[in-house]
């Protein structure tokens, strides 16, 4: 047998009894939930996933799969940062917040001078209104995130009060930066370039077979980030320690790790990631408001844990999390594909993430006993 | 008489008003297994904190190698040579058995601080040839720990010790919670320190299994040593005497 070098000490290793990975089973929910609304769909005459008119020359459904993705795309870069924030054993209460308050920021960079002629209406800056090069305004967000993720995890590692109070008060105050900084104004009008880095096409509007991918720089961005963060969490002494810290921190403690330290890095990178989808959001919108982002942080949170990220910290994985949020986003379009009112949404998505931890602690009793 | 490796003189631990060790002189030599036993609370897991640098001393020496040292934490105690396997495990239950065995002095294919990426198959390798050393039984390394029972579990944590030990080995009560077969097994790990010439300091209430694998017996008692006896000049219920403190006990004197 090729598998005989696993068993050690004369036991015999089974590669058939091997456990399957968990994500299979999300992966698996996924094709059920599609289904589900595909069949729900049809039952009204209609279709989740495919064309259905007769008049455009398509097989699926564009605009729903444009929707889906969008959302995913955003919160899902969000959900990147999270879980790994919750595989250290933390919590992040705070990217809504911070996608609010880096919003409104991002915005007054991306400002153009000139609207139609006359000076931009909504300047932040008034007279010193300029067209700054689309870095400036991307830099900024980037070092708003790095600045809050920062904080959260120097209050994390080195006061010691749990992570739901550190990033409840980041939440609360940044969302407090959102609403001061234009007095509640919306900030709107930026440059055609700041415009374009989610309006624009990365893939020059490419088609892949017949899902044609036009405007969904903020999907590319959530894959290419997947992609990197799975392998940063699977290969590198990164991933090793975060799933570590959130396995054991004693033992972590004492094989030399400097936990303290890690945690201000990841909590960091949470920070970055909500930035980043602050930015994609801000430029697809084309406009800021001190109320973006709201609740994000807890579909963010639903999304990791749907995905298999346990909130006891040390197990989950990026590719788990990516068909979390997929699941999310489908369920929230498959509501609204049947009609089902905006209240009922809620309360189911309250009840799906309640159920998901509830499935978690079952898995972790019945592992622990087996 | 081989060259000391470890020695403590007057090491003293008070916290608050409790004197839980009290001016313990204790030596171990190259190539010794020496047992600490002793009732509970009578000093013996602090006295290994102390030498492991778990805590910091209230006062006293610790020569090790040679030299007078002062370790800030547990970290710096193993890089100087010192494994030791602590009562409460020191695994990642999530993690599989290399990554368990290598948690902090992971291999590197390419460093880039904390994104250095690891060397998963030399770490996976060089964890099979440590658990054949060791004869430990293990369906499939692969797998988180957690699966595992306990006894597999202790074996991973004393092979990890026994994998890397180049000065001195410290076990605290490696076989509490095994079963028979299991503590056959973590017993023959230990012989096979002895073989290799590793010196151990094993913390014990199996008298048995002291009797068994060590050549010295040091007694603790109310936080003093109060016996440090060869295996073969004292019987079971010598032992036991200094330890309820029939005999050498402070107050007897």
Redesign the interface.
């Known amino acids: 047998m090729a598998e005989a070098?696993?068993?050690?000490?004369?036991?015999?290793?089974d590669p058939a009894k091997?456990?399957r990975a968990p994500e299979w089973n999300v992966f698996g929910a996924l094709v059920l939930i599609l289904v589900i609304f595909e069949v729900l769909n049809r039952m009204q005459g209609g279709s989740f996933l495919f064309n259905m008119r007769d008049n455009v020359d398509a097989i699926f459904n564009q605009q729903r799969l444009d929707i889906m993705i969008l959302q995913v795309a955003i919160i899902g870069i969000i959900a990147l940062g999270v879980t790994q924030v919750i595989i250290i054993g933390g919590i992040d209460l705070s990217s809504g917040s911070v996608v609010g308050a880096t919003a409104m920021i991002v915005m007054s960079f991306a400002q153009t001078a000139m609207v139609n002629g006359n000076p931009n209406p909504k300047a932040i800056f008034g007279d010193w209104a300029m067209d700054l090069p689309v870095i400036v305004p991307i830099a900024a967000g980037l070092a708003c995130g790095l600045l809050a993720g920062l904080v959260n995890g120097l209050l994390v590692a080195y006061t010691k009060i749990p992570p739901f109070i550190a990033t409840l008060g980041m939440m609360v105050s940044a969302r407090g930066v959102a609403r001061w900084w234009s007095n509640g104004q919306p900030v709107s009008f930026p440059t055609e370039g700041y415009g374009s880095l989610a309006n624009g096409d990365l893939l020059g509007g490419m088609t892949f077979g017949l899902l044609s991918w036009q405007g969904q720089n903020p999907a590319v961005v959530f894959v290419l980030l997947a992609v990197l963060f799975h392998l940063?969490m699977k290969?590198?002494?990164?991933g090793?320690?975060s799933?570590?810290i959130?396995?054991?921190e004693?033992?972590?403690r004492?094989?030399?790790?400097n936990v303290d330290r890690?945690k201000v890095?990841v909590y960091t990178m949470a920070g970055l990631l909500a930035a980043v989808a602050a930015i994609l959001l801000t430029s697809k919108n084309l406009t800021a408001q001190a109320g973006m982002g709201v609740m994000y942080e807890l579909d963010a949170i639903a999304m990791a844990v749907i995905g298999g990220v346990s909130l006891a910290g040390?197990?989950g994985s990026i590719i788990g999390t990516v068909l979390g949020a997929a699941i999310f986003s489908v369920i929230i379009s498959g509501f609204t594909s049947i009609r089902l009112d905006a209240y009922y949404q809620e309360m189911v998505k309250g009840a799906i993430i309640v159920g998901a931890v509830v499935l978690d602690q079952w898995r972790q009793r019945t592992?622990?006993r087996? | 008489m081989a060259r000391i490796i470890l020695e403590t003189r007057g090491l003293t631990k008070r916290y608050g008003g409790v004197h839980a060790l009290e001016d313990a002189d204790f030596v171990l030599h190259e190539g010794e297994h020496v047992a600490v036993v002793g009732d509970n609370g009578a000093g013996k897991s602090t006295f290994v904190r102390q030498v492991t640098a778990v805590e910091q001393r209230t006062a006293g020496e610790i020569f090790f190698d040679g030299q007078p040292v002062s370790f800030a934490g547990p970290l710096e105690a193993r890089e100087a040579g010192i494994e030791t396997v602590f009562q409460t495990l020191a695994l990642a239950d999530d993690l599989d058995v290399p990554s368990n065995l290598f948690l902090g002095r992971e291999l590197f294919r390419f460093r880039l601080g904390p994104f250095s990426i690891l060397d998963r198959k030399a770490m996976r390798e060089r964890t099979l040839e440590a658990l054949k050393t060791t004869a430990v039984k293990i369906p499939n390394v692969d797998n988180p720990i957690r699966n595992m029972s306990g006894g597999q579990r202790q074996c991973v944590a004393i092979a990890r010790t026994a994998a890397f030990a180049s000065k001195l080995v410290i076990m605290d009560e490696p076989t509490a919670a095994l079963g028979v077969q299991e503590t056959a097994q973590v017993e023959n790990i230990i012989r096979g320190l002895k073989d290799r010439g590793v010196p151990l300091i094993l913390i014990s209430h199996n008298l048995r299994q002291v009797f068994d694998l060590v050549d010295r017996i040091v007694v603790f008692r109310r936080g003093r040593i109060v016996a440090s006896l060869r295996k073969d000049e004292t019987d079971g219920n010598d032992i036991v005497s200094y330890i309820t403190g029939v005999k050498g006990g402070t107050e007897a004197a």
Do not use: E
């Open positions: 070098t696993h068993g050690l000490g004369g036991l015999k290793y091997r456990t940063v290969y590198t002494l990164y090793k320690r799933y570590a959130g396995s054991n004693a033992a972590a004492m094989s030399g790790i890690h890095l040390g197990r592992r622990t087996g």
